[in-house]
């Protein structure tokens, strides 16, 4: 067992360890004896089911010849991975031998329609950037990950929700290319063969199989809107591939968060696709209720989403703008008005998004392959004016008595003129507080921790300010950088030394209880708000600690108070005078380096 895996696991509660290790056991046993009887019966469905097109559409693209170059050629650039080749260097052929020998017949039917002795077929189920390799005959649902140093399960994960097709698929709407339409179809055959149903890491997680077959019946329906004639044979496997993704999807329904929210959708596309077949027809019957209702639970009431991540609101709410294929209550309309007003909200004047919780760079059904890492604004550009709400703030009492000690930063703005017109937005739920204009942007993170109470994306950045003027960051989150595949840096990213945050030495106000737990322990509640001061408070040192943030004619003052809310002759005063983005981080010691997305880290300047 790796270094990091014993420190996490020495590091967690002994209730939390033992309950991980039953979980854990229940898996792979599970697995074991599941894999062991479905691997005496052909994992791929027999359908005479027709698959409809003409729903979905694919936008234009320009600008991405260089994109296609590297796909064509089997480079991907994909989590931070540069680009790299991802072909399957022992040919078509070694797939038949991988798979079980049921399943045999039905791989070399597949890989016999691949109609271009040239292609090149695409490692699906490699960890390009460590270079490990899962096992095409290990049952999906077991799959390990997180068991060995340096390797990344969402590598082969991200390259085989296949967004790269969408691409292809827009620019051969564009060029009428044959070679692009005839690529997808291969790869799409490819995957099919070397991935059989259930079998493998690709058949893990039930989220990644929703994301991938809305990927692949969106770029295919792109291809035949822009002319192109699918082949027989090949409209028989899609269609009996999208009822595989359905079936997996139903049996395998993930307990909450934004994974039950992709399965949701993903049986809700899967099902709009496939004609004449009650089974499919059952999907959407079950799906789209509790998509309503998943929207109303994820989405609080102030449109902020549950997950505690302005990374997740993005994903969630990609996936719900694009699955939206009925008319939705006016309850959830109104819900999804406001999720799309704090999606404004957090965006800075620069176009960068306040990244707060995890980012691991998650997408669904993306248009725009060139968009930036933290550029959210597709998410509003068909939506007309901002129709600001603005929301209610329940207001804790400050801590009473002396404090300990006062931390007192001055803030002075080259241009005070920067903070002329300032703007409230308040995201009660969410734990968000701002003031905003065209210059400058500066929030105070204050509130839940997430999944009501879990904190699976939450970080201990609790009263972080994250502060933008003029397009220059002045204060911002690290970020997420990764997650299993290192988990001291993983806890690194969620360290309150890694915010702008008030400090207690180097403690920590709440326990990594595990990679995707965090203790519920700071309980942050605000205690002002107004157009010119906010404060909120926690309790994860044990005495509370406030910070307050100050407008001020030049700038900001912001103000720690450790274990009271005034001063006396016995706090210890500590004064720092900031002037620029540097001396800012200097004297907090923020010299990680940021990261925009999963896998990226871009060096402070």
């Known amino acids: 067992m790796s270094r990091s895996l014993v420190a996490l696991a020495l590091s967690m509660p002994p209730h939390v360890a033992a309950d991980r290790a039953v979980k854990w056991i229940r898996r792979r046993v599970g697995g074991t004896m599941t894999g062991w009887w479905a691997r005496r019966r052909c994992s791929y469905p027999k359908t005479q089911a027709r698959l409809l097109t003409g729903l979905r ?16 050629n089997r480079r991907f650039n994909l989590l931070g991975s540069g680009w790299v080749e991802v072909g399957f260097k022992e040919g078509l052929g070694a797939l038949i031998t991988q798979a079980w020998p049921v399943d045999r017949p039905r791989v070399s039917g597949i ?43 969402k590598v082969p994960w991200e390259l085989s929700r296949m967004g790269h097709l969408l691409s292809m698929a827009q620019a051969y709407g564009a060029s009428k290319d044959r070679r692009l339409a005839q690529d997808i179809r291969n790869q799409i055959l490819d995957f099919a063969a070397a991935n059989p149903p259930g079998w493998g890491v690709n058949w893990a997680c039930a989220m990644d199989v929703a994301i991938r077959i809305a990927t692949i019946l969106t770029a295919y329906d792109g291809l ?51 004609c004449d077949l009650p089974e499919a027809a059952d999907w959407i019957r079950f799906a789209v209720p509790e998509l309503e209702r998943q929207i109303l639970v994820q989405f609080q009431p102030d449109g902020s989403n549950y997950e505690a991540s302005t ?15 009925f008319e939705p209550s006016p309850q959830v309309t109104d819900r999804l008005r406001r999720a799309i007003q704090f999606a404004r909200d957090c965006a800075m004047p620069s176009g960068r998004t306040v990244q707060i919780g995890d980012n691991d760079s998650g997408r669904y059904l993306n248009f725009d392959p060139h968009a930036a ?57 969410f734990g968000l507080y701002g003031w905003k204009n065209q210059r400058c942007f500066l929030s105070l993170r204050c509130g839940s921790v997430g999944q009501l109470g879990r904190g699976g994306h939450a970080h201990n950045d609790q009263l972080a300010v994250e502060l933008e003027v003029d397009g220059v960051p002045w204060a911002q989150d690290p970020g997420s950088y990764t997650y299993t595949a290192n988990l001291m840096e993983r806890n690194r990213y969620r360290s309150v030394l890694a915010h702008f945050t008030p ?103």
Not at 244 to 260: K, P, V
Not at 382 to 406: C, F, H, I, T
């Open 373 to 429: 890492e933290l550029d959210f604004s597709h998410l509003w550009r068909d939506e007309g004016p901002s129709d600001q709400v603005y929301n209610d703030v329940p207001m804790q009492p400050e801590s009473a008595g002396p404090a300990a000690r006062l931390v007192r930063l001055k803030v002075t703005l080259p241009d005070a003129s920067a903070i002329a017109g300032l703007r409230r937005f308040a995201y009660p739920d």
């Open 311 to 325: 990374a997740y609101h993005r994903l969630s709410l990609e996936m719900v703008q694009k699955s939206l294929m």
């Open 57 to 72: 559409s694919v936008p234009p693209v320009d600008g991405i010849d260089d994109l296609l170059d590297h796909w064509l």
């Open 503 to 605: 400090r207690d030495g180097d403690r920590e106000p709440a326990r990594f209880m595990a990679p995707f737990q965090l203790e519920d322990r700071a309980k942050a509640a605000m205690t002002a708000f107004d157009a010119t001061r906010m404060a909120g408070l926690h309790r994860g040192f044990g005495a509370a600690v406030m910070r307050s943030v100050t407008l001020a004619e030049d700038g900001f003052v912001i103000e720690d108070w450790h274990g009271g809310s005034y001063a006396d002759s016995d706090t210890v005063i500590v004064n720092h005078e900031i002037c620029d983005p540097s001396s800012l981080r200097r004297s907090w010691g923020l010299d990680i380096a940021f990261s925009p997305g999963y896998g990226l880290r871009q060096l402070q300047t």
């Open 224 to 274: 035949v809107s822009a002319g192109w004639t699918a082949d027989p044979p090949f409209q028989a496997e899609i269609a009996a591939l999208t009822l595989a993704h359905g079936r997996f999807i139903r049996a395998h329904l993930e307990g909450g968060g934004n994974h039950l929210l992709a399965d949701l959708c993903g049986l809700i596309l899967a099902g709009s696709y496939l």
């Open 111 to 153: 890989l016999g329609l691949i109609d271009d002795p040239a292609y090149r077929p695409i490692d699906w189920r490699v960890d390009f950037k460590s270079g490990y390799r899962w096992d095409a005959r290990g049952w999906g649902p077991s799959t390990p990950y997180g068991h060995r140093p340096g390797v990344d399960v």
